[in-house]
């Protein structure tokens, strides 16, 4: 049998047995590649949206066809062909930079799901290897086209041996996905809270600077009127004495 499908399977079936929830059994089987080809803003949204019925099971280009088999499986459902109008399913994939192209523009780093970057404003930016999903996010966003993404094997596929040696390297590999994507999944979930903490520090200061400036309108606008009194009482006085 497919030993992806039977690793993938088995992320799902552990995750089950963790008395996790449905969505996390099934963000357990996605890639953790964060690339959004679904359609959704990472796999654990996309996980959310399969459970509510929102989205199909066949969404996830990275995942590939044993994904799907995989997710089918974990759901008690039948399996769908891969919808390949979400993209084509690329080996495991990682960013590199071309240092010498490089102008520091820091848009790759705000792009990156997983902040895999190093690097900062008009500084030579670096992809950290073994943080890097294969998500192709930066591509588009570089303005010089200097980010290249180069094949990763973490693991050469599993030699015909016997049952118990297959048995054995497979539980390897299954191991090793998990660290993978349990460290994928954990950057992810630290980016988002980074990107929802810096929107509400900006919404606390734009309203902060809203109500200074309010606050700044109604003393000028008081400074204003007390101004115009003034000219007012001079100039009444001034007409009492040619009166
Ligand atoms: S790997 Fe990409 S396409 Fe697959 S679930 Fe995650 S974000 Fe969606
Ligand atoms: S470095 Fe690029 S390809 Fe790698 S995870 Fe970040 S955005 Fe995706
Ligand atoms: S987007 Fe391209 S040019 Fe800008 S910092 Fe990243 S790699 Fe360098």
Known sequence: MNENYLILLGLGNDAKSEGKSLAEQIDAVLPQTQCT????????PYSEAIVSGEAEINQCPPGGQDGVDALAELLGRQTLKLNETHGETKPRRIAIVDEKACIGCTLCIKACP??????SSKVMTQVIGKECTG???CLPVCPVDCIDMLESKPYEKILQQD???FNNALNQRQILERSIRDNSRERYQFHQARLERDKRER???LKSRTIALK???LKDKAQKEKIEAAIRRVKDSKKNETN
Do not use: N
Request: one cysteine or more; charged letters at 35%; hydrophobic letters at 35%.
């Open 37 to 44: 080809q679904c359609d959704f803003d990472g796999c654990k």
């Open 114 to 119: 997983v902040d895999a970057f190093v690097g």
């Open 135 to 137: 998500c192709d996010l």
């Open 163 to 165: 049952s118990a040696q």
């Open 203 to 205: 919404d606390e200061l």
């Open 215 to 217: 606050e700044k309108m």
